[in-house]
């Protein structure tokens, strides 16, 4: 817990040092609208602030490695690294699902277009990568390879996998274009209604009306369109939507429940 402990503020601090001081993409409360925060010097004092914190949690990291001193020879410098490693992970794991998607703090580079191909690449390079390599160092053990050494390798594999799928979602900068995909069923009317919550402009539809693309605003949100029964749309980071699948037709749902299925409204 230790060695996590120090790889977290040293992710937190690599954040810091790098991102809001040297090449200033960001400061921890860039995203924040509100002409409150607008100030520099308010600016810099939350940086300050997050950066006292996370000598707090580097302290109480090098007082576990202390008090558990007499173990550090069992555990291997091997371990003791890939704890480290998973406490960078983590931290830039967070980060980028709370200050940059869920709560909107910052995001990795404020001056760009496509912010979210910066916040992805920095996700699972310094994130997710990281993460696993700590991993691995903290599952290596002495003598031969092992059944779990040797299950690693096809779940490297599928991770990778899926860390490719994710990135190819991001659409190449200067595209403008979002393709949605909505589930079977919904109508053009409901359709144009949830093209409509996130201020999008109709540019094309197929025959079905399924399938549309459309213009959106700078920094539209996609989750208003996952809730109005999208399935896929072109920009999203995760394809929430497709869980829809797993919804029961309200003729099953019934059926399960005994009930005789209602007549589709007219």
């Given at each position: ?35 409150a925060?607008?100030d520099i010097?308010v ?6 602030v ?11 990291g090098?007082?576990?490695?202390w008090?558990?001193r ?7 410098g ?10 960078f992970g983590?931290?830039h ?12 703090l910052?995001r990795i ?12 690449v ?10 696993l ?10 003598g ?19 860390i ?21 069923g ?8 949830a ?15 399924r ?22 749309v072109s ?19 019934a059926?399960r ?8 409204a007219?």
């Open positions: 817990m230790g060695g996590f402990c120090l790889g977290f503020a040293l992710g937190g601090f690599f954040d810091g040092i790098l991102l809001h001081q040297i090449l200033q993409w960001h400061h921890l409360l860039s995203g924040l609208t509100n002409p925060f607008a010097g600016q810099i004092l939350a940086d300050g997050f950066h006292a914190l996370m000598y707090v949690i580097a302290a109480i090098l007082w576990l490695l008090r558990g007499p173990g550090l020879a069992q555990i291997g091997r371990r003791l690294m890939g704890w480290a490693l998973l406490g983590v931290w794991v967070l980060d980028g699902l709370m200050s940059h998607w869920l709560l909107g910052h580079r404020m001056d760009v277009e496509n912010k979210l191909f910066w916040d992805l920095w996700f699972f390079v310094f994130g997710i990568a990281v993460m390599a700590g991993w691995l160092l903290t599952r290596a053990e002495s031969p390879p092992s059944g779990r050494n040797r299950v690693a390798v096809p779940l490297l594999l599928a991770l990778a996998v899926g490719a799928g994710a990135v190819a979602t991001v659409p190449p900068p200067g595209t403008t274009a979002t393709l949605v995909l909505f589930r079977p919904t109508a053009p009317a409901e359709a144009l209604s093209l409509a919550s996130v201020d999008g402009r109709t540019v094309w539809s197929d025959p079905t009306g399938l549309w693309a459309i213009d959106m605003a700078d920094g539209a949100g996609t989750l208003g369109l996952y809730q109005r029964g999208a399935l896929l920009n999203g980071v995760v394809p929430a939507g497709c869980l829809d699948w797993f919804r029961p037709a309200p003729e099953q749902a059926a429940r005994g009930a005789e299925p209602r007549p589709a007219l």
